[in-house]
Nanobody, 121 residues
Framework: QVQLVESGGGLVQAGGSLRLSCAASGIIFSIHDMGWYRQAPGKQRDLVAV???????NYADSAKGRFTISRDNAKNTVFLQMNNLKSEDTAVYYCYGNILTQWATRHHDYWGQGTQVTVSS
């Protein structure tokens, strides 16, 4: 059984910063991409940032220049440093990992439970 557990969300004023963490646990053979999505009330879940095993990254236009994604492969953990936060960044943030587990024949996407980020203006 694989679990992804996020932490680091909370309430912050506009212009502030938060650092989200997400650790994958269980019997994990390998992880390809890891990343973050977010979902605001009444809206669809959208990609924020993704990072490959080798470190290449991709960001949503809204995150470029303000957010930085990184990972610690030895600890199966992905991070999202969010700076200069805006009210429109308010959402539930979900991490995911494309993970190969014991008994599986291919990688599957696993998701965390989500962490709330609220930016007050």
């Amino acid at each position: 059984q694989v679990q992804l557990v996020e932490s680091g969300g909370g309430l912050v004023q506009a212009g502030g910063s938060l650092r989200l963490s997400c650790a994958a646990s269980g019997i994990i053979f390998s992880i390809h991409d890891m990343g973050w999505y977010r979902q605001a009330p009444g809206k669809q879940r959208d990609l924020v940032a993704v990072i490959a095993t080798g470190g290449s990254t991709n960001y949503a236009d809204s995150a470029k220049g303000r957010f930085t994604i990184s990972r610690d492969n030895a600890k199966n953990t992905v991070f999202l440093q969010m700076n200069n936060l805006k009210s429109e960044d308010t959402a539930v943030y979900y991490c995911y990992g494309n993970i190969l587990t014991q008994w599986a024949t291919r990688h599957h996407d696993y998701w965390g439970q989500g962490t709330q980020v609220t930016v007050s203006s």
